[in-house]
T-cell receptor
Framework: DSGVTQTPKHLITATGQRVTLRCSPRSGDLSVYWYQQSLDQGLQFLIQYYNGEERAKGNILERFSAQQFPDLHSELNLSSLELGDSALYFC????????????FGEGSRLTVL | DQQVKQNSPSLSVQEGRISILNCDYTNSMFDYFLWYKKYPAEGPTFLISISSIKDKNEDGRFTVFLNKSAKHLSLHIVPSQPGDSAVYFCAASVGNNNAGNMLTFGGGTRLMVKP
């Protein structure tokens, strides 16, 4: 158990819809990261928040947005969903802004039909 | 443009033998490298890392080698055990900068250790 909690574990929705994925980092971790893994692909970095502020951005689509709240939990919002958005979405956390090891949650599997 | 590549999607080895997983990178700014292991239905878990100032780091049965001139790293598992069967991801980052700690991952190698 990494200490990172993601909900929901599974989500099935239709094209055009909007969903919100939630992540609670490990106790004491200030950084939260979101990664997308599509069909046996590697993990693609989406975005990082540190203590409530956006600190790094990867290949995140404009239809996607995220935020980190004062209690440090984070939400990833995916809107106008397309079939290609079907993927595993991982949240990870770390203590600081930078420094190697990330602790990953079990992921949220999104299926867009 | 894949900056971190794992060219072998799968690898099968016999229990007790050595497993060698390879990873290549193109970004010369990367200075910190990690290996993660992932079991089905679980998130990736950290295995071992290496800084660019070193060429080898060992932790029990796991050793990571870094060849900066070739932009290549490898993970050696000796001896391999059936419980090592998992997908292994190589990752790299540009460390210690205020832009954050974005890890760039390779596509993964599925290791199968046969009893």
């Amino acid at each position: 158990d990494s200490g990172v909690t993601q909900t929901p574990k599974h989500l099935i929705t239709a094209t055009g819809q909007r969903v919100t994925l939630r992540c609670s980092p490990r106790s004491g971790d200030l950084s939260v990261y979101w990664y997308q893994q599509s069909l046996d692909q590697g993990l693609q970095f989406l975005i990082q928040y540190y203590n409530g502020e956006e600190r790094a951005k990867g290949n995140i689509l404009e239809r996607f947005s995220a935020q980190q709240f004062p209690d440090l939990h984070s939400e990833l919002n995916l809107s106008s969903l397309e079939l290609g958005d079907s993927a595993l979405y991982f949240c990870a956390s770390s203590v600081g802004l930078h420094g190697g090891e990330l602790f990953f949650g079990e992921g949220s599997r999104l299926t867009v039909l | 443009d894949q900056q971190v590549k794992q060219n072998s999607p799968s690898l099968s080895v016999q229990e007790g033998r050595i497993s060698i997983l390879n990873c290549d990178y193109t970004n010369s700014m990367f200075d910190y490298f990690l290996w993660y292991k992932k079991y089905p239905a679980e998130g990736p878990t950290f295995l071992i890392s290496i800084s660019s100032i070193k060429d080898k780091n060992e932790d029990g049965r796991f050793t990571v080698f870094l060849n900066k001139s070739a932009k290549h790293l490898s993970l050696h598992i000796v001896p391999s055990q059936p419980g090592d069967s998992a997908v292994y991801f190589c990752a790299a980052s540009v460390g210690n900068n205020n832009a954050g700690n974005m890890l760039t991952f390779g596509g993964g190698t599925r290791l199968m250790v046969k009893p």
